[in-house]
């Protein structure tokens, strides 16, 4: 079974800190995503990578930055937490048409 | 773009009742289908899906047919039970797979013993 496993499963942080969330697949698939997920705004798509060292940007980039520095592990920066980025993350990797989810990380900033 | 529209929660339901949870999009080409479900506590899973016209995702109960003249895939399950409660996500994927999928908004289902 496709396993993808996320570094936190809730996570308190600080306005001004900054955040690591960190995303791990184990089945060598090449494309891996971010996303957010709020009430009533479904899933929102932060970043995605279809290799080691690429990075595009999806619809809410903004207040986000990622690292992919090895094909299993993709990660999500947040370089100066803010209020609004209270939310759940969630990290996904994919062959294909198909994408397995991670359980997700539940990040509050106060 | 292309999107996803399926049809806004909560749907709270009676044990064995009947569910259908509505879905549209609309796209250039010839997307693939998905139907995901999240669990409480839980990230997505797939439930089902459809590659081509009038095929038929089905899983665990649930399915989902592939209407091309209609551009829908709607979700539908005879008889719910309670450990169906989760939240349902409608999305498509264009042919390569190379593009991120795009998804509904979700919709949350209740079902009450």
């Known amino acids: 079974d496709v396993k993808v496993t996320q570094s936190s499963r809730y996570l308190v942080k600080r306005t001004g800190e900054k955040v690591f969330l960190e995303c791990v697949q184990d089945m060598d698939h090449e494309n891996m995503f971010w996303y957010r997920q709020d009430p009533g705004l479904g899933l929102r798509l932060i970043y995605f990578s279809y290799d080691v060292k690429m990075k595009e940007k999806g619809d809410i980039p903004e207040g986000y930055s990622v690292s992919r520095e090895k094909k299993e592990r993709f990660s999500l920066i947040l370089e100066s937490a803010s209020t609004n980025q209270t939310s759940m993350y969630l990290c996904?990797?994919?062959?294909?048409?198909?994408?397995?989810f991670g359980p997700g990380t539940r990040l509050t900033v106060l | 773009g292309d999107s996803v529209t399926q049809m806004e929660g909560p749907v709270t339901l009676s044990e064995e009742a009947f569910l259908t949870i509505n879905c549209t999009y609309t796209a250039t080409g010839y997307p693939s289908l998905f139907w995901y479900v999240q669990y409480p506590g839980e990230g997505l899973q797939l439930l089902l899906k459809?590659?081509?016209?009038?095929d038929k995702g089905s899983n665990k109960g649930f399915e989902a047919t592939y209407r091309k003249e209609t551009t829908s895939f709607h979700l539908e399950k005879g008889s719910v039970q309670v450990s169906d409660s989760a939240v349902y996500f409608c999305a498509l994927s264009d042919r390569s797979g190379n593009t991120p999928l795009v998804f509904g908004k979700g919709t949350r289902l209740s079902v009450i013993a």
């Open positions: 996904a990797s994919s062959f294909v048409l198909e994408q397995f």
């Open positions: 459809a590659t081509k016209a009038d």
